[in-house]
């Protein structure tokens, strides 16, 4: 197992947006991780920023990434919320956190 962080900032004024948006996943996205061998997966909010927590459990880490990244709904999802956040970390990947 590894263990993975993330670390996001939210645009100003985009708190509540993003909480309305990510209170209900979409269909397929919850199985979609789960199929993507990501466990315990967890996002925090502190001062405009947003960290994210998964362990993978996989074996071939970028293949499972492209899969979330690729996910049709997924990808939908994420393109929906991208303008909500901020610059990306350097670990970022689409699908688990926009």
Known sequence: MSRHGQVV?????KLEEYKR?????????LEMISNCNI???SIFHKDGFLFAYFEYTGK?????M??????????EMVGHHEPNAGARGEQGHRGVVG
């Open 60 to 64: 071939d880490f970028a293949a499972d």
């Open 21 to 29: 948006y990510h209170a209900e996943a979409w269909p397929g996205v």
């Open 9 to 13: 900032r939210l645009k100003p004024g």
């Open 66 to 75: 492209a899969k979330i990244g690729f996910g049709s709904r997924d990808a």
């Open 39 to 41: 466990h315990n997966y």
